[in-house]
């Protein structure tokens, strides 16, 4: 499979803005802070762009780093990310990651997944993220669409994300690891749906092995 051929084409078509942008992949963009980027990860989990934006910038307005964040208290904090998935839990999740950043790491987001996914409620999804946004380091974040495209294109056969980050780290050139996500997420929000996938305007579906309008 042509990998490059088929990166190449969804950078462009990204940047051609050709394909409609998750709201919060954009919002994503323009924050590079590890802390902020780990802590934004955990409200959007199991919530909608607009929400998840909405919240991230009410929290945000109450603190930025991991000891403002620590000296907040779990109602106010509640009450600002409201009315994301979990508020409380994540409310709670929140201030006790600060509180352990600050007491254990000198204020100071770990570097890898082995530390990050220590944190109580951090999978490997998140772990990633924050890796190649918060460091820029390369890491694979394999979400929902990251794992149907995959296995759409035949670039790998796995049941599971987790599965399947761990074989496009086999396969998958370390160049493209940083921005495989965003790519794919935009892709699969606008073509490559689970239910009826537009293959017909689909820029690389010469290269797919599960065309939907082949014959």
């Not at 940047?15 to 955990?42: A, G």
């Not at 109602?75 to 009315?83: G, M, V």
């Not at 699969?188 to 939907?212: D, T």
Request: charged letters at 25%; a positive charge; hydrophobic letters at 35%.
């Amino acid at each position: 499979m042509n990998i490059s051929k088929i990166f190449s084409i969804l950078k462009d078509d990204f940047i051609q803005n050709r394909m409609q942008h998750s709201e919060f992949v954009d919002f994503m963009e323009n924050i590079k802070d590890p802390y902020l980027v780990l802590i934004c990860c955990i409200l959007s989990l199991r919530t909608n762009d607009k929400t998840t934006i909405g919240a991230t910038k009410r929290m945000l307005a109450l603190g930025k780093t991991p000891q403002e964040i620590s000296e907040l208290d779990e109602e106010t904090l509640s009450k600002a990310i409201y009315p994301v998935g979990f508020y409380q839990n994540k409310a709670k999740q929140i201030i006790n990651l600060s509180k352990i950043l600050v007491e254990k790491h000198n204020s100071k987001v770990p570097m890898s997944i082995e530390e990050l996914i220590k944190f109580k409620g951090v999978g490997r999804k998140t772990a990633n993220l924050v890796l190649t946004k918060g460091f820029n380091k390369p890491a694979i974040c394999v979400d929902v669409h990251v794992h149907r495209i995959s296995n759409r294109l035949g670039y790998v056969s796995t049941k599971t994300p987790e599965e399947t980050e761990f074989a496009l780290r086999k396969i998958l050139p370390k160049k493209y690891w940083i921005d495989f996500n965003t790519l794919l997420v935009t892709l699969g929000q606008n073509i490559c749906k689970p239910q009826k996938p537009k293959c017909e305007i689909c820029s690389i579906r010469k290269f797919c092995a599960q065309n939907f309008t082949k014959s």
